[in-house]
T-cell receptor, first 110, second 113 residues
Framework: QKEVEQNSGPLSVPEGAIASLNCTYS??????FFWYRQYSGKSPELIMF??SNGDKEDGRFTAQLNKASQYVSLLIRDSQPSDSATYLC??????????WGAGTKLIIKP | KAGVTQTPRYLIKTRGQQVTLSCSPI?????VSWYQQTPGQGLQFLFE???????NKGNFPGRFSGRQFSNSRSEMNVSTLELGDSALYLC????????????FGPGTRLTVT
């Protein structure tokens, strides 16, 4: 069974520090990887996607992919209280379907 | 470009009733996926429609069904509601050539009493 694993947290990070969120996946054939942010009571919002090994940067966000280790991470630099949310990792399978992790709750402490 | 819209936003039903939820995807998007989200279970995939055909289906009972119209709008139906069906129902759309990049609507909050 295809699985995506995330630490449920909460992960507590001081304001201004780097928040590091991690995700592992079981399907070695996966090619597409996504990070969604979900605020309490709201729907998930796509914030990053990565298809190739290495790093992809977008503003304060960096997605990192290591296919050999089946590991994808999201770094948030200069963390702000507004970054406090649940971050969902999703991996695309061969059937056009996203396999979802359970999410990591991130708390940024002022 | 307008985002994904879902109606209604909130719904209260009693056990045994049925309910129909609606989703209008982003203009030009032909794939619509439905999810159920509860605090204990996270995001659970219900089904996906592409060009009016169900392309994928999750592990939900037959009480949950859906359809997609020629304009890509989609509906999902839950018959014989149970208390455990209380959840946030989310619809997400994606374009034909980037099917994995899903964009979510605001959701419909269903409460079954």
């Amino acid at each position: 069974q295809k699985e995506v694993e995330q630490n449920s947290g909460p992960l507590s990070v001081p304001e201004g520090a780097i928040a590091s969120l991690n995700c592992t996946y079981s399907d070695r054939g996966s090619q597409s990887f996504f990070w969604y942010r979900q605020y309490s009571g709201k729907s998930p919002e796509l914030i990053m996607f990565i298809y190739s090994n290495g790093d992809k940067e977008d503003g304060r966000f960096t997605a990192q992919l290591n296919k050999a280790s089946q590991y994808v991470s999201l770094l948030i630099r200069d963390s702000q209280p507004s970054d406090s949310a649940t971050y969902l990792c999703a991996v695309g399978d061969s059937n056009y379907q996203l396999i979802w992790g359970a999410g990591t709750k991130l708390i940024i402490k002022p | 470009k307008a985002g994904v819209t879902q109606t209604p936003r909130y719904l209260i039903k009693t056990r045994g009733q049925q309910v129909t939820l609606s989703c209008s995807p982003i203009s030009g998007h032909r794939s619509v996926s439905w999810y159920q989200q509860t605090p204990g279970q996270g995001l659970q995939f219900l089904f996906e429609y592409f060009s009016e055909t169900q392309r994928n289906k999750g592990n939900f009972p037959g009480r949950f069904s859906g359809r997609q119209f020629s304009n890509s709008r989609s509906e999902m139906n839950v018959s014989t509601l149970e208390l455990g069906d209380s959840a946030l129902y989310l619809c997400a759309s994606s374009s034909a050539d980037r099917s994995y990049e899903q964009y979510f609507g605001p959701g419909t909050r269903l409460t079954v009493t």
